[in-house]
């Protein structure tokens, strides 16, 4: 089984619509984060926490908000999707050391 | 403010060859890390290769190796004896800050380069 799972793993909603993206991980890691990836751009930090409840905002939170309910999981919401949040969404988490931040699978979202 | 340059969008390389593939860096901070990650067409993001600000050996794993020259700012990946299976987008990557304790350990990304092994 993957360590860092993403769900779903595509989706297509149209504009204004509320939506959650799920990540999941077993590794056992306290950091999680929220990269988005748009063709071009390479990835780009959207939320970070290093811990249930730590939410810290990154390189391009505005239209994003996020929630550590606990360590394993950490969920991502667009409030009123447009359509250039249109990308592929990546889960990744690290241990303290931060050493190295395993990703996961993706989600492709398209917003119409 | 801390950037990873990724000048080659494109390569080609001739299977069972070696190529290398370039990533600049650029910070103030002593403490840093260096990471590549591949992307497949299918794409999820695979961890290869790390190497510490202060490590003084060339990172390695299997068939990639960090070429990392600190004064240059420069941590090019050396993948050899290239595999139709190493077809894919490449990222370098810079964690920001210190590994252990307060550090953000947030990555930065280079806009990546697209490798394609030619049977």
């Known amino acids: 089984d993957a360590d860092v799972t993403q769900t779903p793993r595509n989706r297509i909603t149209k504009t204004g619509k509320r939506i959650m993206l799920e990540c999941s991980q077993t590794k056992g890691h306290d950091r999680m984060y929220w990269y988005r990836q748009d063709p071009g751009l390479g990835l780009r930090l959207i939320y970070y926490s290093f811990d249930v409840k730590d939410i810290n905002k990154g390189e391009i939170s505005d239209g994003y908000s996020v929630s550590r309910q606990a360590q394993a999981k950490f969920s991502l919401s667009l409030e009123s999707a447009i359509p250039n949040q249109t990308a592929l969404y990546f889960c990744?988490?690290?241990?303290?050391?931060?050493?190295?931040?395993?990703f996961g699978p993706g989600t492709r979202l398209l917003v119409l | 403010a801390q950037k990873i340059t990724q000048t080659q969008p494109g390569m080609f390389v001739q299977e069972k060859e070696a190529v290398t593939l370039d990533c600049t860096y650029d910070t103030s901070d002593q403490s840093y890390g260096l990471f590549w990650y591949k992307q497949p067409s299918s794409g999820e993001m695979i961890f290869l290769i790390y190497?510490?600000?202060?490590?003084?050996q060339n990172a390695t794993e299997g068939r990639y190796s960090l070429n990392f020259q600190k004064a240059r700012k420069s941590a090019n990946l050396v993948i050899s004896a290239s595999q139709l299976g190493d077809s894919a987008m490449y990222f370098c990557a810079m964690r920001e800050g210190r590994g252990y304790g307060g550090a953000t350990n947030k990555l930065i990304f280079g806009t990546g380069t697209l490798l394609a092994v030619q049977p």
């Open positions: 990744a988490t690290s241990d303290k050391a931060g050493e190295t931040q395993y």
């Open positions: 190497q510490g600000s202060y490590d003084e």
